[in-house]
């Protein structure tokens, strides 16, 4: 048996859960010391909702000046977030609030780390430096899914070749996160599923590894995925059932928050890479987006961990094992894809309406070797042949 | 079904966890700006494993000025924590470093409390004040029980009048956590045992309660008691199993640190409550203590609540429900007693070596209700009468 990995667990947050857990926003955010606030959003529904108006208020009546910048799309735009770090400069915004879902907090750290360090933002999600520090953020999340706001961890597409790249750097955890799951009631059903999925990877990417394994750890992963998937088809029918939007959207911020990766070597995350690509290249729903890929990675990559893909199959698609291991692993795939199919996720790079070239594999496998440069995965390391392959299968 | 409960979850506790983890102590505590620290220990092992020269030595690379304070005894003695706020004043020492158990890091939380406010710390015990401040703390954890390395609280026992309180408060929660699986290896059996028995109260306090239960806190809960129960047992035959000793370490925080109680309704605590008089009174090992009531406990109230105990018992237990809900919930009642003797831990008072008589019983239950003013427990609220029937039913 592998020992397990040393690890760091670092989830500093302050998680405020329930219901009108926004209402105090304005008393809440002055214990941080914020003078002013750049209130950061991103489309209609939060203006809608009349949530945008009760954030405003709460802040005036705390005394708490603030600017907002809405506008932010799913698969966050770096020149949103060099708008918001000129803003926040010109008007010495000395905190953030995103008020949204991932990709809002994602805009939100990016625009911490660009108006905390010097020189162009997009430089460290090329890696090529490490931030110092980054201006306070705080959450009220609308969309359970990314799980940014317990994160270290933020994506952000660079419209200049579409780049879709991530950084992550504790320096960006939000001081608090208030996460009402009401306020997520009014999502599009496709939305909701695709959030779930993308819940369910990020402890998937962490549980399909190379290393030893805490049983704290699997036991934690594999109680997180049966819940996101009984309670996600629950909310098909009943999406405004409190309880099931309270566990998807609690799930969403424990999947990602470091507690699944434990004692592991940090994962896989090959799917996460093979779909930043798509994203970069094609603007889809992410959780979609892996939902799209994995079947195809699994298939491709499962004979190198044949016992964590039996056990998936055995502990959260709940299948009876047979003798043969690599029947059981299999046996967990189908049951997967099948889940996705059952909740409306697709299973196919076809399925998400688009119809990818031999041309168009080569550009996404060139881009997310960046240019024959690197693997990706653990559990497998892809090059830049092997992710082809695998766009080819998931076609 | 009743809904969840709304929670604030907030654990900034940074987790350094694995082989060697205490080697860069001198570099880390130098990153939290401290000057000059005081190391709080216990007794002989941390200076017979030479941990503590370890640490003394890495803080003095690290240009770290340090005095200590050692002879911490386990239910930490309010007179210990006078000494260290005094010491700290008089040196201006402006950290603490707990080496130890939770005794060692509950006194270095109350002497953290004294040092930064005026008046006399016992206050905060005796819920007379509120801390406004705390100075800022952190742990080299050698003993896998008390989960004070990660919670707000702290538990002292004043020597007049031997009364043992808790005082919660989140400004103590540690600023890191060290924490080596091999620092545990010399361990004593009986302690080992014991301190498995408390980082399954902690969780087993919470999972029985009067509120709606999300399926995500049930299911980490029910991992973590199986992961505890499992790996206990083989630390009786293999203390220096790196694994088991690794997965009770981490279930000892996760079980403490709030998690376990997303939801709910905060948890029962009548067990704490009982054992912490009779750990006032007689110097019982904690997690014996809890043993010794905890079944007692369990007969008394489980009707309130046989659908908790039920699922305890099927779900950790590991037992076949039958058709009747109070049976099933005895037998979990029976195996979970069943499951402390095969470990070595008692089931009654008289177990722990102690004779009550009636007039200890009548002292113990006026103590615990301080003085007939309060009720304990969620389950069953319980008064004077209640508590002496427990302990009576415990003997």
């Given at each position: 048996?592998k ?8 989830t500093?947050t302050?998680?405020i ?21 750049l ?24 005394g ?5 910048l809405g506008?932010?799309?799913?698969n966050?735009?770096?020149s ?18 995103a ?5 809002v ?8 780390y ?15 430096r ?29 419209e ?12 960006s955890?939000?001081?608090f ?7 997520t009631?009014t ?19 962490r ?17 997180l995925?049966?819940t996101?998937?009984k309670?996600a ?31 592991t ?22 959780g ?36 043969d ?12 894809e099948?889940?996705f199919?059952s909740?409306?996720?697709p299973?196919?790079?076809?399925d998400?309406?688009i119809?990818?070239?031999e041309?168009q594999?080569?550009?996404l ?20 042949e ?10």
């Amino acid at each position: 048996m592998k020992s397990f990995e040393n690890f760091e667990y670092f989830t500093p947050t302050k998680v405020i859960f329930g219901k009108n857990a926004e209402q105090e926003i304005g008393t809440l955010i002055k214990t941080f010391g914020a003078k002013k606030v750049l209130i950061h959003y991103g489309g209609g529904s939060v203006t809608k909702s009349g949530l945008l108006d009760r954030v405003c208020a709460s802040l005036t009546e705390a005394g708490i000046a603030y600017i907002t910048l809405g506008g932010v799309v799913p698969n966050p735009r770096l020149s949103k977030v060099h708008e918001g770090i000129n803003l926040c400069r010109r008007e010495q915004a000395d905190f953030i609030l995103a008020v949204g879902g991932g990709s809002v907090i994602d805009s939100a750290k990016a625009i911490g780390y660009g108006v905390a360090n010097d020189g162009d933002v997009w430089d460290f999600y090329e890696k090529k430096r490490t931030a110092s520090a980054c201006l306070p953020i705080g959450a009220i999340l609308t969309i359970a899914a990314a799980g940014s706001e317990m994160s270290n961890s933020s994506v952000i597409t660079n419209e200049n070749g579409w780049l879709k790249r991530g950084y992550s750097n504790n320096l960006s955890r939000c001081k608090f996160a208030i996460m009402n799951p009401e306020l997520t009631y009014t999502l599009p059903d496709y939305q909701t599923q695709s959030g779930c999925v993308d819940i369910m990877m990020h402890t998937l990417e962490r549980y399909l590894n190379q290393s030893g394994n805490m049983e704290m750890t699997d036991g934690i992963s594999e109680t997180l995925l049966r819940t996101v998937m009984k309670n996600a088809k629950i909310l098909k029918t009943d999406p405004n059932n409190y309880e099931a939007r309270a566990e998807v959207m609690w799930a969403g911020s424990l999947s990602h928050n470091g507690l699944t990766g434990c004692g592991t070597d940090g994962g896989d995350w090959a799917s996460h890479q093979l779909e930043h690509e798509l994203g970069g290249m094609f603007d889809v729903a992410h959780g979609a987006g892996l939902a799209a890929v994995w079947g195809s990675w699994a298939r491709y990559v499962f004979h190198d961990r044949i016992d964590r893909f039996a056990k998936l199959a055995a502990n959260v698609l709940m299948l009876t094992p047979t003798d043969d291991p690599t029947q059981n692993a299999l046996a967990g795939i189908e049951a997967m894809e099948a889940y996705f199919h059952s909740v409306g996720m697709p299973t196919s790079i076809h399925d998400l309406g688009i119809d990818l070239s031999e041309e168009q594999i080569m550009t996404l496998a060139d881009k997310c070797s960046f240019g024959c440069t690197r693997t990706i995965g653990i559990v497998r390391k892809l090059d830049t042949e092997d992710i082809a392959n695998i766009y080819r299968m998931a076609k």
